[in-house]
């Protein structure tokens, strides 16, 4: 799990990685903690993690509203958009589906 601060940064993340995950949190949230939680558990998938106060361009170009929002992404395109709160169970079988 890596942070990301710059759009340059998450599009080379994406481009090095053919199917990986992006997180957007927030400092203060607490269910944005618990879906970090959620995220170490996965294994064998690259996952990016964006803090939305900090990086509000990367927020508004990914039109991010709502904080946790978890994108699985596959050769460079998002696949699936999950906002709120995500258990691994759910992501795993999303996941399965790429």
Do not use: W
């Not at 759009?7 to 053919?18: G, P, Q, R, V």
């Not at 170490?40 to 927020?59: F, Q, Y």
């Not at 994108?71 to 992501?91: A, M, P």
């Amino acid at each position: 799990m890596i942070d990301i601060n710059s759009d340059k940064e998450l599009k080379a993340f994406m481009k090095e990685n053919e199917t990986c995950i992006i997180s957007f949190h927030g400092r203060y949230c607490n269910p944005c903690k618990t879906q970090k939680e959620e995220l170490e558990k996965l294994e064998g998938v690259p996952i990016a993690r964006i803090e939305g106060d900090s990086n509000p361009t990367i927020c508004e170009e990914y039109m991010v509203r709502s904080i946790p929002a978890t994108f699985i992404v596959r050769d460079n395109e998002i696949q699936e958009s999950i906002v709120g709160l995500c258990r691994l169970k759910v992501l795993k079988e999303k996941l399965n589906n790429f």
